[in-house]
């Protein structure tokens, strides 16, 4: 009878088995369990693939086109808005500086400098009082530098009341947006985008009654509703919803170029427009029927993108396929739902930028974007003011400069920007080739090394097996000799080339093994019946599994590739900006500065991959709120920008105007080197770091 004892502790210690690679894996395979696990055995489907590519395939899947969020409904939306946009550009601005040359005459007297033009000013003013409205042209004699100094003065001021209430309302409606859609929160900027040209109508025929203080409350009104960036910032997260990751440079190129294509077509345009009318009132009523009109495409046409505003049966798709992938955030997005007071959203939008040690390429990109802002935002008011002053322009030449701008960034866009992400492509699809040449090369040299090898070892151990005294050289009775021959058989097992086969270090062990067995005064358990260690077994099989298909790379190389071509045209873009800005210093005739400012056009391309590099290190439900967070930072560099550069035009308008141009240039250099510090590989680490 057997001891209980013993029986006992033998049912207590769990039986070996040798291939059994975790404790868990008897208790959860089954007779359909398969002998060779799949790639992502390990991962579940849903978490080895975006959440975003999943929702995309389930919208394309159960939904008609019509009623599918896409990026194709912002074109037409970006085309209406973008041409009344590029009407406005150039006449906005001679607008605002008739208006503020006005207010200059109406504040103080005349001095010996303004003596000379006093006169037609006071009759330039009498005329408009007269019609009802303002003339709403600038007139040769604002040019002079006390003017110019007033205007630039005066529209930083403005300018910086509506990027400080801009940027304690961005955050708020950003984060609104993740929650309650981003249709809703672009509806609220059209409304908004409608009181600003109203508001313009009522400045052109009260602005002697109330004057500057109509421009302040337009100005702080306008940053309260999210500014005029609200509505850019929602398209993006709205085409960041419904598009897949792979795509997403694309498409945020193509509603550049949307936006361009507008832009291009409407300056020139509007300069005829008011060169024809002498008034801005009428590109006014032309911008009201075209905003109406994408407001109502807004509310009646266009479908929400976000997964929790569709249709019970999508909903109910994509969270069975992301089950899995959010089971683990729950608690996070949980905590990011509670109710948070709108004042706070600055302090928590900044706090994406929060260094943890792992969100470098985060940090760096925010501080790009507020470098950029802060030479480019200041220089909308600027570059009226100097080309007036410097060239004498009027509407009609400044119409031409931004649709010429506009032109070459709606071609750098549809044309450069495609045209370089297929060359590298391409460059990428050729390296990958050859590395799988090389791989197959090596692959065959070492099976023909290794049939060589078995034939050899074939021989040999038949001499072996039949005579091995023969080979050893020594008398095999001998203990000693014997044991040295075991020795030598285990450390052959272990210590084996990697690439030889795990077939054929077993024969070779059992060809030693055969030769010690020969020995008749000699008895063990032979090694060949030594279990493999899990850690090799575990090693050959994920290097059996991570092996790539030959020419097709791994979805992370690929994701790889793609930020690494997304780095390379933020760091192309600002250096053309940065060398272009010099070019405008040196501008000395009308046309230099069309050259100059037609180079700097093509710096566009940086734009949408600055984005798409933010958008990859989010996760989806955050895309709202870490584009809202990057334009609170563009806010806060709209803040100082106008104290940076209007005031250091202001300073330096009578003996060197072309100064700011060179500290816009010293501004965007250090965007061009902080883009250097960006770490391709790092994107891979700091996904989700938020």
């Known amino acids: 009878m057997a001891n209980p004892t013993r029986r006992g502790a033998e049912q207590q210690q769990p039986s070996y088995i040798p291939h059994d690679l975790s404790g868990e894996s008897i208790a959860e395979d089954s007779e359909h369990t398969p002998l060779l696990p799949s790639d992502n055995a390990s991962t579940p489907a849903s978490a080895a693939q975006d959440p975003t590519t999943i929702y995309v395939k389930i919208l394309a899947e159960n939904l ?49 400098t303004t003596q000379a033009f006093t006169a037609p000013l006071m009759t330039w003013a009498a005329e408009g009082a007269r019609s009802g409205e303002m003339f709403l042209r600038s007139t040769p004699e604002c040019e002079a530098s006390e003017i110019q100094a007033f205007t630039a003065k005066i529209m930083a001021v403005i300018e910086v009341l509506g990027g400080v209430t801009g940027t304690l309302s ?36 009260f602005w002697d009654q109330i004057g500057l203080p109509l421009l302040v409350i ?145 940090i760096l990109l925010a501080a790009i974007s507020f470098v950029q802002m802060l030479a480019l935002r200041g220089t909308f008011s600027v570059i009226i003011l100097y080309t007036n002053k410097v060239f004498h322009w009027t509407e009609y030449e400044d119409g031409i400069l931004f649709s010429l701008g506009s032109s070459i960034r709606l071609l750098s866009l549809l044309i450069l920007l495609p045209v370089l992400v297929h060359l ?77 086969s795990f077939q054929e270090r077993r024969r070779r062990q059992s060809t030693v093994d055969s030769a010690t067995t020969w020995s008749s005064d000699r008895t063990r358990r032979p090694s060949s019946s030594t279990p493999a260690s899990p850690s090799s077994v575990n090693t050959k099989k994920s290097s059996s599994q991570g ?42 005739k009308g046309w230099h500065f069309y050259f100059w400012s037609s180079l700097h056009a093509v710096s566009i391309i940086a734009a949408p991959s600055l984005k798409a590099l933010l958008t ?33 035009y202001a300073l330096t308008v009578d003996s060197r105007p072309e100064f700011v141009w060179y500290c816009c240039a010293a501004l965007t250099a250090t965007c061009t080197v902080l883009s250097f510090m960006i770490r391709q590989k790092r994107f891979m680490n700091d996904a989700s770091v938020l």
Request: include cysteine; charged fraction near 15%; charge should be neutral.
């Open 64 to 112: 008609p086109r019509y009623k599918r969020p896409s990026a194709l409904w912002l074109l037409p939306i970006f085309g209406l808005t973008a041409v009344g946009a590029g009407m406005l550009t150039s006449s906005i601005g001679q607008f605002q500086t008739a208006l503020l040359c006005r207010e200059y005459m109406n504040r103080y007297p005349p001095t010996n």
């Open 170 to 205: 961005i955050g708020y409606y950003t984060s609104l947006s993740d929650k309650h859609g981003r249709v809703k929160m672009m509806i609220i900027g059209f409304v908004n985008l409608l009181f600003l040209l109203c508001s313009v109508i009522a400045m052109s025929k």
């Open 218 to 362: 337009v100005a702080v009104v306008n940053g309260l509703m999210g500014g005029v960036g609200m509505s850019g910032t929602m398209c993006l997260a709205y085409a960041a919803d419904c598009t897949d990751p792979g795509r997403r440079s694309l498409v945020f190129s193509w509603l550049h170029a949307g936006l361009f294509l507008g832009l291009a077509v409407g300056p020139f345009l509007g300069g005829l427009i008011v060169q024809a009318t002498g008034s801005i009132l009428t590109i006014i009523y032309i911008c009201i029927v075209g905003t109406v009109s994408a407001l109502l495409m807004l509310i009646f046409v266009m479908p929400e993108s976000l997964p929790s505003k569709q249709a019970p049966h999508i909903r109910k798709l994509y969270e069975q396929a992301t089950q899995d992938h959010t089971s683990g955030t729950n608690k996070t997005s949980n905590a990011q739902e509670q109710p948070i007071a709108w004042y706070a959203h600055v302090r928590r939008s900044l706090g994406f930028f929060k260094p943890n040690g792992r969100n470098t390429n985060l």
């Open 424 to 500: 590298y492509h391409a460059r990428v699809r050729w390296q990958q080739a050859k590395k799988d040449g090389v791989k197959a090369d090596k692959a065959t040299g070492s099976r023909q090394h290794r049939d060589a090898t078995e034939q050899h070892q074939g021989n040999n151990s038949g001499t072996l097996t039949s005579h091995p005294e023969q080979v050893f050289g020594a008398d095999l009775e001998d203990p000693t000799v014997a044991s040295s021959v075991e020795h030598l058989g285990e450390a052959a097992l272990n210590l084996s080339d990697d690439e030889d």
């Open 547 to 588: 092996s790539p298909s030959s020419g097709e790379p791994q979805p992370n190389e690929k994701k790889l590739s793609d930020l690494k071509l997304d780095t390379w045209l933020v760091r192309l873009g600002f250096m053309i900006n940065s060398s272009t800005y010099i070019g405008y210093g040196l501008a000395t």
């Open 616 to 648: 990859s290190l989010v996760e989806p439900s955050q895309f709202g709120a870490a584009l809202g967070a990057i334009q609170v930072v563009d806010s806060i560099a709209g803040v100082f920008s106008p104290l940076v550069i209007s005031w250091v």
